[in-house]
């Protein structure tokens, strides 16, 4: 179970998140949407320590940090609990695909290296780049590139896979197979949290809808009453402007 | 002047090998020195700062003096160097000053994505640095830095002055024996030009295997 207690974060005087809580279940689907520049980035970054928080705790399996005494090893355990899809793919550009996905488990989790390249071929199977284990990012297409970068996180084994904007930097004609991919990760049974503009995958993929404003959680739940019943003025003008 | 070739010749293994032995300290050193500058470590900052600002700041030859004649009066352990070993030494220090700033440059340049998908994954700050980072900051340093090797192949000639027979020394002593001082110089300006040359053709070499991960 993934839990996270006050955490917040500002950036110079203004409250980025704003003492957030919430509870993700084991295998749960939380997808988080809002306007630009809420704090939804942010709150993923905090739970991988990109941007260090300020207060709060997060709690990842047996794993539990207090952000205002966070050590170096406290941060790393946390980081190896988890797994980060980023906008901009973030592939080792000099690494090849096969690589990119090996990286983790050799250097991070020490792993034989036949071990590790038999789970990279795996994987590469998964994502549908099995021809491409020895590309190099720069000659993959960004949705190729940002299938290895869920390859990647998928090989981590992690707890808690976190989603930035996966989609974002996409050309239109390559969101389709990486929400695709997307969707087996999470007939596996993998516990994610997303950050989204994608209304329609969100309502599909999700098991709760979480709505931000303001580095505030302003309303939560399922995604039919989310979209289809929302309360707060602020997400009815949200869901209004996007779905105009 | 053709029978001065095979002599002087005899002295390139020498220059080469003071020249690789002074590079692979240099940039062992440099790195070094670029990462703590990335990081800058309180006090050991101002310290590496202050190495860099004089190993900059002042020339070559005044180092090698100031290391081969004038330290050793004030620490004696210090008698016991020769002139080659003091020749590798001020090299390695002077040009690791310089080669310091290519690769924190290098380094500074690399992508913030690099550096946080390493993070993501849970490496180290040194995993990071040795998977990730420098080797991508060697792609942006590596001309600049094989610049510097050809600068420190002809720096070698200054062991001359501390009393070592290099190619310089050797060419000097036959020219004083025969009178060929232009042919006997002219021979050491012919050697070290074709050195170079050979170093810019294995730059070349090296560029489009340091590139190949960036090809379209």
């Known amino acids: ?244 | 002047m053709l029978g001065l070739v095979p002599v002087i010749l005899g002295y390139v293994p020498l220059t080469l090998a003071m020249a690789s032995a002074a590079m692979v300290l240099a940039l062992v050193l440099a790195v070094a020195l670029a990462v703590e500058r990335v990081f800058r470590v309180p006090i050991l900052d101002q310290l590496v700062l202050l190495f860099i600002s004089f190993f900059r700041g002042t020339p070559l030859l005044v180092q090698l003096f100031l290391f081969y004649y004038g330290l050793p009066q004030v620490l004696s352990f210090l008698t016991a160097i020769d002139g080659v070993t003091a020749a590798i030494m001020g090299l390695t220090l002077h040009f690791a000053a310089y080669m310091a700033e290519t690769i924190r440059a290098a380094i500074i340049g690399v992508d913030r994505s690099q550096w946080e998908a390493a993070q993501s994954i849970g490496m180290t700050q040194g995993q990071m640095m040795r998977r990730v980072i420098l080797p991508q900051a060697a792609r942006v340093a590596a001309p600049t830095l094989v610049n510097y090797f050809i600068d420190m192949i002809k720096g070698t000639s200054l062991a001359f002055t501390l009393g070592v027979t290099e190619m310089m020394g050797a060419a000097q002593k036959e020219a004083a024996g025969s009178f060929l001082y232009f042919e006997a110089f002219l021979v050491v300006a012919v050697i070290y030009w074709i050195m170079v040359e050979g170093l810019s053709q294995a730059q070349k070499a090296l560029e489009i295997r340091l590139n190949k991960a960036y090809a379209r």
């Open chain 1, 1 to 244: 179970m993934i839990r996270i207690e006050g955490l917040t974060k500002r950036f110079g005087g203004t409250a980025v998140l704003n003492a957030i809580d919430l509870e993700i279940a084991k295998g749960e689907r939380v997808v988080v949407i809002g306007p630009s520049g809420t704090g939804k980035s942010t709150l993923l970054r905090c739970i991988n320590f990109l941007d260090r928080p300020d207060a709060g705790r997060i709690t990842v399996g047996d794993i539990s940090v207090d952000a205002t005494r966070a050590s170096r090893a406290d941060i790393l355990a946390l980081r190896r609990a988890t797994a980060f899809v980023f906008q901009n793919y973030g592939l080792f550009a000099h690494r090849t695909a096969q690589e990119n996905i090996m990286e983790a488990l050799i250097t991070v989790q020490k792993r034989p290296r036949a071990e590790a390249e038999a789970q990279a071929r795996r994987i590469l199977k998964e994502i549908g780049l099995a021809d491409k284990a020895d590309s190099y990012p720069a000659s993959l297409s960004g949705g190729q590139q940002q299938r290895v970068g869920i390859g990647r996180a998928m090989a981590i084994g992690a707890q808690l896979m976190l989603f930035d904007e996966p989609t974002s930097a996409l050309d239109p004609e390559w969101v389709g197979e990486v929400l695709d991919l997307m969707r087996s990760v999470a007939a596996q049974g993998q516990t994610m949290l997303i950050v989204t503009h994608e209304m329609r995958f969100a309502r599909e993929i999700a098991d709760r809808v979480i709505f931000m404003e303001g580095g505030r959680i302003v309303e939560q739940g399922p995604p039919a009453q989310i979209f289809d019943a929302p309360q707060d003025p602020r997400l009815q003008r949200f869901l209004a402007r996007v779905s105009a």
